[in-house]
DNA sequence: CCGTAAAGCTAATACTATTAGCTTTACGGG
DNA sequence: CCCGTAAAGCTAATAGTATTAGCTTTACGG
């Protein structure tokens, strides 16, 4: 019998591709060990254990909305930007339902790549917020209530809160225009 | 042996203490059981299982939070109106910490009491927006705006997804200041 | 006062994660 | 070329989870 080869990396890639094709909370170290072709304790040689893997699939999937949002935010300003990162927020959450709810647990203090993560994705949108002239503690309020509308909106939808036939779609976008016209308007 | 006596109404709001006490994800039948003074498996006569449970648990915290907010924003208007219930919603959420999550399930749609819960915190919202002049498609649009800002701040902030040191009740008065403002310059 | 329905129990099944300890593979140095 | 060793895999065992089946006993109403 050849050996499987797996490393943590690939370990934790797989267990991003299962958490988006079964959910995030019905990840199963069972089902991920079928899927690379071993034994469920061999996993213990690559990952500590559960917890660590959701850990590291955080950080994974922090990493991976830290460069859409760096992307989506290249070469737009002011309400281009917003609109442009917002969507690609929601975009990134829908196409990856299972590592996506994995972002919200907070980084490990030890692991350096993933705190660069986490500031390179707070930091697209704090640069957006200086070109409406928001800085300081008035960047981070707003930057706090970008996240807050858009993961909150994202979460809700989710979960199939939006029971009214209204288009989400639209009252997206209205969120997003809400967020401009707040900043526009900022009093601190 | 005395018998315990239990309902399906005391088997919830037990599951609701101690959900508080042990956190949402760490409510489990053996721990409730033991709470109630009985076997585990003797729960089933009261509740369908765990799943209809936590269904049990989002209908009661639902009901709890509506009318929470209903009273908030009893004889308020306008800004004033919308502080108040913004931080009802969130004064819930930190007193409740197992209750609250619960409130993010979709209601069962042959719960009649769920369904009406969610209608009535919905409706407090949504009245409050009248007071801004806003109806109809707006009113739908600004009210997912509302759930979405609030709940995302309590999720992020529970999360520990503030990283930095600025003071947290002042970003949610920002983030609250900020709704006020998308809602007086509200453009459908 | 006794029959019955419900409320509780024990036992068993099928999952989950985790640890211990063994076997085997692959690879690098003599 | 071979062989020693570290890592990668395995099986077995433990403890926790929910769930179902089937039995016993309690309490209550006719």
Redesign the interface.
Known sequence: MPRAGLTPQTVVREAAVLADEVGHDRLTLAALAARLGVALPSLYKHVKGIDALYQKLSALATAEVAAELTRAAAGRAGGDALRAVAAAFRSYARRHPGRYPAT???PDPADPEHLAA?EQAVGAIYAILRGYGLSG??A???T??F???????I??EA??????P?DVD??FD??V???D???R????
Not at 185 to 188: C, D, E, K, L, T
């Open positions: 919200q647990r907070a986490g503690d008035a981070v309020d707003a706090r209530m996240r807050a509308a858009v993961h909150g909106f979460a809700l979960a199939g809160g939006f029971g009214l209204r639209r009252s209205q969120l225009a809400g967020l016209t707040a900043y308007n900022w009093r601190s």
